[in-house]
């Protein structure tokens, strides 16, 4: 699938995961459509990374119930949410872990 610019990773068990096509970038502003989070260790200080490095947020980071989430917006307008468990750490995964054990190099 390369010579058509398309990658495909495996993430855990199922396959796609995630597919990802090169092509021309449109600029869109930021739309109601399904939003993908990502977990990372604190979503205050990863938008305040996000703005350091010159990527707009969406609004401020908000508190839920597990902790707190920021959200972006890529080139496309598919908005992308950065979310934490620091207020349910039993909940959140554990750092280089996976359904098929630790991650490589770690």
């Known amino acids: 699938m390369e010579d058509m610019g398309i990658v495909v990773y495996r993430l855990g068990t ?5 597919f990802l096509r090169a092509q021309p970038i449109v600029p869109s502003t930021p739309r109601e459509t399904p939003r993908v989070w990502l977990e990372v260790a604190d979503a205050r200080a990863a938008a305040q990374n996000l703005i ?28 992308i949410g950065l979310t934490d468990y620091l207020k ?19």
Request: include cysteine.
């Open 14 to 18: 199922e396959e796609p995961g995630l």
């Open 52 to 79: 350091a490095s010159g990527i707009s947020i969406l609004r401020e980071p908000w508190e839920i119930a597990t902790g707190w989430v920021v959200e972006c917006a890529d080139p496309w307008g598919n908005v």
């Open 88 to 106: 349910a750490p039993q909940k959140a995964r554990s750092v280089g872990s996976s359904e098929n054990g630790p991650l490589p190099g770690s």
